[in-house]
């Protein structure tokens, strides 16, 4: 154990993935769901991690209409923020788990991330205080430029596919992106390492969003995990662009858009030839058949939310990453 994180587990799990390809594939699922007068509900599903299930209940309310409440409820955020998360914990944790095999201690750790839509640009800036010297923070630090999923998702163009019913539909990945609709802000965090997989996410002076594992994944299912967050953020995005459209509201009592994905992570652990970034990136409307065909032109409604999305810039075109 170093740094609250089991190395001898983790060669466990590389030899495991080696013998068993399935015991390396990760799905994660995430919906958020839309009510007139209620506003938007961002809320992970179980995952399947390996052939076992992983019961996993969050909330995030998403603003500027959110007005529903639960026990499993988490502060409310914006899309962009979810994604800022999902990006700066991704990184933050595969360093942690990076440090922790070469037997670094870690004193402090954190991760600062400016992530910029108008230029496609993600700034990270990271703080460390080890028993190591510089050069081993920057092996690992290039390490998990290769290795980290959500990193390698917002760096790489990744298609997406959308389910209405029957009718399934594909967005390709493009190196050009569209201009952001609104030319949204850029969004500011840190985020810092608390022990093991727990980490907190601070966005500006009130907003604190805490990041863990599933326990199958050396969590103690403290709260959602990176890719958990960046479902939440996508799923909500498209879902908020979709509902400004009073022709698709007046006809609906209520919307939800399920966003799935899956992690190979034997390309982490470099057992196989397959992607570190998200694969099988899904979005799924879900609602009441009949009020749902009673709306003229869905498609091209939902085609118009997801290229005015944000999330679905990051993971449809590449953002160039810098670092300090």
């Known amino acids: 154990m170093r740094n609250g994180i089991d ?12 013998n068993d390809e399935r015991q390396g594939q990760i799905d994660y699922s995430a919906v958020s769901s839309w009510k007139p007068n209620a506003g938007i509900l961002a809320r992970v599903n179980p995952a399947r991690v390996g052939t076992l299930k992983a019961p996993r209940i969050f909330e995030i309310p998403v603003p500027p209409h959110a007005t529903v409440a639960g026990h499993t409820m988490l502060p409310e955020a914006t899309p962009q923020e979810m994604a800022a998360v999902a990006l700066a914990g991704c990184f933050l944790v595969s360093t942690v788990n990076g440090l922790s095999s070469i037997k670094c201690t870690i004193e402090s750790l954190n991760i600062g991330l400016t992530l910029t839509p108008v230029d496609m640009q ?20 290039g390490m998990v430029k290769q290795m980290s999923p959500n990193h390698r998702s ?29 030319d949204p802000a850029e969004t500011h965090l840190s985020c810092h390492w608390l022990y093991g997989t727990q980490l907190q996410a601070n966005l500006g002076d009130q907003l ?10 050396g969590g103690v299912d403290w709260a959602p995990n990176p890719q958990e967050y960046l479902l939440m953020a996508l799923s909500a995005d498209v879902l908020s662009k979709l509902t400004e459209h009073q022709a698709v509201t007046e006809q609906l009592s209520q919307l939800k858009i399920v966003a799935s994905a899956r992690v190979d992570i034997r390309g982490m652990c470099d057992v196989a030839d397959v992607p570190v970034h998200l694969l099988n990136i899904q979005l799924q409307l879900q609602g009441n058949s009949d009020e749902m065909n009673r709306i003229a032109n869905l498609k091209e409604y939902v085609q118009a939310a997801i290229s005015q999305s944000t999330v679905c810039q990051y993971l449809r075109h590449p953002v160039s990453m810098v670092f300090n």
């Open 7 to 18: 190395i001898s587990s983790f060669s466990e799990t590389v030899n495991e993935v080696r």
């Open 122 to 141: 993600a700034l990270y800036t990271i703080n460390a205080q080890t028993n190591r010297g510089p050069e081993d923070l920057e092996r690992i630090v």
């Open 154 to 182: 917002f760096a790489e163009a990744l298609p997406l596919t959308v389910q209405i019913a029957d009718t399934t539909f594909a967005f390709d990945a493009c190196g050009t992106p569209e201009a952001p609709a609104g």
């Open 208 to 217: 604190q969003l805490p990041i863990d594992q599933p326990k199958q994944l």
